[in-house]
């Protein structure tokens, strides 16, 4: 099975001949380190040649480089990688033995300083015609591909042009929904945001009026309290005792309006010291029987002032008693 072959096909100047261009074609295999075939032509005349496998390895040994390097330095000077470049120079010398025969060098340049990538020696070509041929057609074919290339990639760029335009018409569409959306939900938003407000307005307005109204009750309680608190003591200086009520009811008749008559046994008995002293307000209620239960000393300090003039006054009419027996 015949493998495919690959051409590259370039134009190229001489250091030896200034401004006389040669039409350099370079045809391989699998690539340049498996050898390769060069054609040059003038125009008028072809010179044709062939690089071998070791030659290029030798090469390679001689510059000091790996193999892969080195086919790549090969590919960009023959090739040029598809462009033009000035970085390698070429060169035509006639080999004075043979007329026919000519040693084509291909150099690289790195500031002013040449090094050697390799050579080939380039044996005239008896029917140039079939070559130059050749070459037309190869360039044409290039053309055509190119121009078939150029037509694809501008068809590629027309549709992406066009899906271009359509995107930036529906992100502007999107834009646009984005915005109104953002408006409604900042409306939205602007909206319960107020209503909170207010709520919160509400809840604080009512919350300070029952602070206010427990402070107005506790202090209402307050005063109540006191008040009450002061009552009974007031009470016990505005009451009177049962003595009192009596007396007045019963006034003592004097002794200067008509002679005075003694008590007798049953009238001492009915004004003896038991007699009934209302307790004062939150006393303990065994204070009464205290009072009738205790000793003559206890009951003498426990009495009040009303209570000690009537037992003085229940004293001095015993005497008097016992003086009138």
């Given at each position: 099975?015949?493998?495919?072959?690959?051409?590259?096909?370039?134009?190229?100047e001489?250091?030896?001949e200034?401004?006389?261009?040669?039409?350099?074609?370079v045809?391989?295999?699998?690539?340049?380190g498996?050898?390769?075939?060069?054609?040059?032509?003038?125009?008028?005349s072809?010179?044709?040649?062939k690089v071998?496998?070791?030659?290029?390895?030798?090469?390679?040994?001689?510059?000091?480089m790996?193999?892969?390097?080195?086919?790549?330095?090969?590919?960009?000077?023959?090739?040029?990688?598809?462009?033009q470049?000035?970085?390698?120079s070429?060169?035509?010398?006639?080999?004075?033995?043979?007329?026919?025969?000519?040693?084509?060098?291909y150099?690289?340049?790195?500031?002013?300083?040449?090094?050697?990538?390799?050579?080939?020696?380039?044996?005239?070509?008896?029917k140039?015609?079939?070559?130059i041929?050749?070459?037309i057609?190869h360039?044409?074919?290039?053309?055509?591909?190119?121009?078939?290339?150029n037509?694809?990639?501008?068809?590629?760029?027309?549709?992406?042009?066009?899906?271009?335009?359509?995107?930036?018409?529906?992100?502007?569409?999107?834009?646009?929904?984005?915005?109104?959306?953002?408006?409604?939900?900042?409306?939205?938003?602007?909206?319960?945001?107020?209503?909170?407000?207010?709520?919160?307005?509400?809840?604080?307005?009512k919350?300070?009026?029952?602070?206010?109204?427990?402070e107005?009750?506790?202090?209402?309680?307050?005063?109540?309290s006191?008040?009450?608190?002061k009552a009974?003591?007031?009470?016990?200086?505005?009451?009177?005792?049962?003595?009192?009520s009596?007396?007045?009811?019963?006034?003592?008749?004097?002794?200067?309006?008509?002679?005075?008559?003694p008590?007798?046994?049953n009238q001492?008995?009915?004004?003896?010291?038991?007699?009934?002293?209302q307790?004062?307000?939150?006393?303990?209620q065994?204070?009464?029987?205290?009072?009738?239960?205790?000793?003559?000393?206890?009951?003498?300090?426990?009495?009040?002032?009303?209570?000690?003039?009537?037992?003085?006054?229940?004293?001095v009419?015993?005497?008097f008693?016992?003086?009138?027996?």
């Open positions: 099975m015949q493998m495919r072959m690959d051409t590259s096909l370039r134009r190229i001489v250091s030896s200034p401004g006389k261009i040669y039409f350099l074609r045809t391989w295999e699998e690539d340049l498996s050898g390769f075939s060069v054609d040059l032509c003038d125009g008028q072809v010179w044709r040649g071998s496998e070791e030659e290029v390895s030798k090469e390679a040994q001689e510059m000091e790996k193999r892969d390097i080195y086919v790549d330095e090969l590919c960009q000077a023959l090739t040029a990688g598809g462009k470049t000035n970085n390698y070429f060169d035509l010398s006639k080999d004075p033995a043979d007329s026919h025969t000519l040693h084509f060098s150099e690289k340049v790195l500031k002013d300083v040449f090094f050697k990538l390799g050579s080939a020696e380039l044996h005239t070509i008896s140039p015609i079939e070559v041929k050749e070459l057609n360039g044409l074919d290039r053309s055509s591909e190119l121009r078939a290339r037509e694809h990639l501008l068809g590629e760029n027309e549709r992406l042009g066009r899906e271009r335009d359509y995107v930036t018409e529906e992100l502007k569409k999107y834009v646009q929904a984005k915005e109104v959306l953002e408006q409604d939900l900042y409306t939205r938003f602007v909206l319960v945001l107020n209503e909170k407000k207010a709520k919160i307005r509400n809840l604080q307005e919350l300070k009026q029952a602070q206010e109204e427990v107005s009750e506790l202090q209402h309680r307050g005063d109540t006191t008040v009450e608190s009974p003591a007031e009470q016990d200086y505005e009451g009177s005792t049962d003595e009192e009596i007396e007045n009811e019963n006034p003592r008749p004097s002794t200067s309006a008509r002679g005075w008559d008590p007798s046994r001492v008995a009915a004004i003896s010291p038991q007699r009934n002293l307790p004062q307000p939150g006393a303990p065994t204070q009464k029987t205290s009072l009738m239960t205790s000793s003559p000393q206890c009951l003498w300090h426990n009495l009040t002032v009303p209570d000690c003039f009537v037992v003085k006054y229940i004293h009419v015993g005497l008693f016992l003086y009138d027996r």
